[in-house]
């Protein structure tokens, strides 16, 4: 039998994640379909159970069940525990298996795809919410000179960054002070069309901006080319987090170059 997957989440409709997987079940010859459901606000673990009981191999889970998930997980991978949040469910041997690959993502774009070197650089994460949570560990594992924790809500920043320990400081944006190689827009503005109030000296020469929205120029990419930097928004991501996923499923792992290619054309 075809193998069946999925991705929840409310609103769910304008999800790329369908064609993303259905790309790499071409390329990899992989006999599986993966469809988008909308899950009601409050009936995200009777859809998840009605899909393992329709023979659901595993699924992705999108805004807003990631933390849900995280709760309705039997077991936790390593990265899915410190990221306090899952995007991707395995069902298999009557467990519920969560995993987090939004940092594995991120970094795959920044590291592979736009060749950053994080090692040694000064990186600044706006943003305290779960998209920034879910990125802190692999950020640090790249060994940073420093990262930064930037929030409007500053007890929230403080509250994250006394999760990680030494190597993470955190600040409101109006105590924001020197310059950063690598900056990612994690908060939500960018949905609202609205701009972090950020001062133009966090640009370092060389820098770049990054924004986890994809699929529209963002107020905070705007902002960073008024200033001559270099920018980039979150499709590679979004197709590198996809992947990860992809090799967790079916432990292939799929060429993303192909992908993020095709769907930068048809923006």
């Given at each position: 039998?075809?193998?069946?997957?999925?991705?929840?989440?409310?609103?769910?409709?304008?999800?790329?994640?369908?064609?993303?997987?259905?790309?790499?079940?071409?390329?990899?010859?992989?006999?599986?379909?993966?469809?988008?459901?909308?899950?009601?606000?409050?009936?995200?673990?009777?859809?998840?159970?009605?899909?393992?009981?329709?023979?659901?191999?595993?699924?992705?889970?999108?805004?807003?069940?990631?933390?849900?998930?995280?709760?309705?997980?039997?077991?936790?991978?390593?990265?899915?525990?410190?990221?306090?949040?899952?995007?991707?469910?395995?069902?298999?041997?009557?467990?519920i298996r969560g995993d987090n690959t939004d940092?594995?993502?991120?970094?795959?774009?920044?590291?592979?795809?736009?060749?950053?070197?994080?090692?040694?650089?000064?990186?600044?994460?706006?943003?305290?919410?779960?998209?920034?949570?879910?990125?802190?560990?692999?950020?640090?594992?790249?060994?940073?000179?420093?990262?930064?924790?930037?929030?409007?809500?500053?007890?929230?920043?403080?509250?994250?960054?006394?999760?990680?320990?030494?190597?993470?400081?955190?600040?409101?944006?109006?105590?924001?002070?020197?310059?950063?190689?690598?900056?990612?827009?994690?908060?939500?503005?960018?949905?609202?069309?609205?701009?972090?109030?950020?001062?133009?000296?966090?640009?370092?020469?060389?820098?770049?901006?990054?924004?986890?929205?994809?699929?529209?120029?963002?107020?905070?990419?705007?902002?960073?080319?008024?200033?001559?930097?270099?920018?980039?928004?979150?499709?590679?991501?979004?197709?590198?987090?996809?992947?990860?996923?992809?090799?967790?499923?079916?432990?292939?792992?799929?060429d993303t170059a192909p992908v993020i290619a095709?769907?930068?054309?048809?923006?």
């Amino acid at each position: 039998m075809t193998d069946r997957y999925a991705v929840f989440g409310h609103p769910v409709a304008h999800s790329k994640s369908p064609l993303i997987h259905a790309a790499f079940a071409r390329q990899t010859g992989q006999d599986m379909t993966y469809e988008a459901i909308l899950a009601p606000k409050d009936g995200f673990a009777a859809s998840v159970a009605a899909f393992v009981a329709a023979g659901g191999r595993g699924a992705n889970v999108t805004v807003p069940f990631k933390e849900e998930a995280c709760r309705l997980a039997t077991r936790l991978s390593a990265r899915a525990e410190c990221a306090g949040a899952v995007n991707t469910l395995t069902f298999a041997s009557g467990e519920i298996r969560g995993d987090n690959t939004d940092g594995a993502g991120l970094l795959a774009d920044l590291t592979q795809n736009l060749g950053r070197d994080l090692a040694g650089r000064r990186i600044l994460l706006l943003g305290a919410g779960g998209a920034a949570r879910g990125v802190i560990e692999p950020l640090l594992a790249q060994q940073p000179a420093t990262l930064v924790i930037a929030n409007r809500t500053v007890a929230r920043a403080q509250g994250l960054a006394g999760l990680f320990g030494h190597g993470v400081v955190a600040c409101g944006f109006d105590a924001l002070a020197g310059a950063f190689d690598v900056i990612v827009n994690a908060t939500a503005a960018s949905l609202a069309g609205e701009l972090p109030p950020l001062p133009p000296t966090i640009f370092a020469a060389g820098s770049l901006a990054y924004d986890m929205m994809y699929g529209r120029d963002t107020p905070f990419l705007a902002f960073a080319r008024t200033h001559g930097v270099a920018t980039a928004d979150g499709l590679g991501m979004l197709v590198e987090q996809a992947a990860e996923a992809f090799f967790v499923w079916r432990g292939v792992r799929p060429d993303t170059a192909p992908v993020i290619a095709s769907l930068r054309a048809a923006c």
